[in-house]
């Protein structure tokens, strides 16, 4: 569609969304969310502050795709009797993929008999509505409106521009579209995603986590026990319960205690936040600590323990971990790594099989082999799936406001910000015993 530059007002009412302009994205480099201002006092035909954008944002998350706008008078659409007017809205219109001059899809904002609404349109049939918003709300002198990305085709990336049309009195239409027609810079869609590893190091990627590479095939002097995402790429690492591991993608191979006489096997393996190295716990709670980033700092392998230790997790600051114990006992360690709560006095159905951090270094999930979660600090509580094949792994959104957990036949159960990407659709050749969700981000050095 393309359309022209200039604003018109007739006695039939034109919407602005038929006179908006296209151009290029606005320079900058690709980011998440992006906020757009708005040059004051540029409403055509006439100055309207109630119709003058001064700001706009749009926010690409991995569910949902969120916008706001600001005017230079907010007022709430559901008390002005201007805004009771089918003619007066605000439009976000997308470009996912069509040249300039052209967009994509309009998120049309607007009362509707009464209620405040929100609807995305092709712009191809501006007449019906694709979906309707996730979210749309006036609060905080700000319009907003929320929309599921698979509702335009989980894109990539998108740009955006932000316009209104506001009706002054039945012959006058007010307008304010984007400054010199020019519209966002690029936002990009959050990578995200999981692996799942099974005992024979089969990996079964989900999302936009991709495959780098597998154990299936080779002959295993020990089976897997566990697997870690690189925080700093794509790619993994899992270990055997001798500690052999084995490096995939972008994960650099920083040693191992495959040749190392074991008091206890292995049962798990936690990487740093910069992706710089990674720790290997046994059962007894000995630490294995490999990489530049990796510090050693403390064990409970000279200590008598009631449970044996199912797992740990690193603080997301670098400097602690976390090891817990099939009862939920907790043992922190480092100066990163607080006490939060244990279940080490509480009469569990099952054992705790495993653990993950949030990411203000101020909580933690475990989560038992029948699903039950537990949460400490600032974790969020979820109301558990109980039941079904045992729970052998848990991650962490990379939000650190959700979890997805696995069971030994591959079903993935997803709580909070995780979306569930889904789960295998047969039983596997071994059973599951690992997770881990893909994060992509600027390493920080370990202190």
């Not at 244990?342 to 009469?347: A, F």
């Amino acid at each position: 569609m393309t359309l022209p530059l200039r604003w018109r007002v007739a006695s039939a009412v034109t919407s602005l969304f038929a006179v908006a302009a296209m151009a290029a994205p606005a320079s900058g480099a690709n980011v998440t969310t992006v906020s757009m201002p708005d040059a004051a006092g540029d409403t055509q035909p006439m100055t309207l502050s109630q119709a003058d954008i001064v700001t706009s944002t749009a926010t690409f998350k991995p569910t949902e795709i969120a916008f706001t706008v600001v005017t230079a008078t907010p007022e709430d659409p559901r008390l002005s009797p201007n805004w009771a007017q089918p003619a007066t809205k605000i439009s976000w219109l997308i470009r996912t993929g069509t040249p300039a001059p052209g967009f994509d899809y309009e998120l049309r904002y607007q009362m509707i008999n009464g209620t405040l609404a929100a609807n995305v349109f092709s712009a191809s049939d501006p007449a019906n509505p694709l979906c309707a918003a996730t979210k749309v709300d006036y609060s905080g002198k700000t319009y907003r409106a929320s929309i599921d990305p698979a509702c335009i085709n989980r894109p990539q990336s998108l740009t955006y521009a932000a316009t209104i049309d506001y009706q002054y009195d039945p012959n006058t239409l007010v307008t304010d579209g984007p400054d010199n027609s020019s519209y966002s810079a690029s936002l990009i869609r959050p990578t995200l995603g999981y692996w799942l590893v099974g005992r024979d190091g089969g990996i079964f990627s989900f999302g936009d986590a991709p495959f780098a590479g597998s154990t299936g095939n080779i002959h295993l002097n020990q089976p897997i026990v566990g697997m870690a995402a690189n925080p700093a790429g794509p790619g993994y690492w899992f270990v055997a319960a001798d500690g052999g591991v084995f490096a995939f993608g972008g994960a650099p191979f920083y040693g191992s205690t495959g040749n190392i006489h074991l008091n206890k096997p292995i049962v798990g393996m936690a990487a740093l936040p910069s992706g710089q190295g990674y720790y290997l716990v046994a059962s007894d709670g000995g630490i294995f600590a490999f990489g530049p980033d990796a510090k050693f700092r403390g064990s409970t392998g000279a200590i008598k323990l009631n449970k044996p230790i199912v797992g740990m997790t690193v603080a997301p600051n670098g400097r602690g971990y976390w090891l817990v114990a099939s009862d939920g006992g907790i043992f922190a360690f480092g100066n990163g790594a607080d006490f939060f709560g244990s279940t080490g006095n509480v009469k569990l159905n099952q054992p705790i099989i495993g653990m993950a951090p949030t990411n203000s270094n101020q909580g933690y999930w475990f989560v038992a082999a029948d699903g039950g979660i537990f949460s400490f600090g600032d974790a969020l509580s979820f109301t558990p799936k109980l039941g079904g094949s045992p729970v052998t792994a848990v991650t962490a959104a990379p939000d650190g406001k959700g979890l997805w957990v696995t069971r030994a036949d591959g079903t993935v159960n997803a709580y909070g910000s995780a979306p569930d990407y889904g789960s295998l659709t047969v039983p596997p050749n071994q059973p599951i015993v690992g997770i881990a969700s893909l994060e992509v981000t600027t390493p920080a050095p370990a202190q």
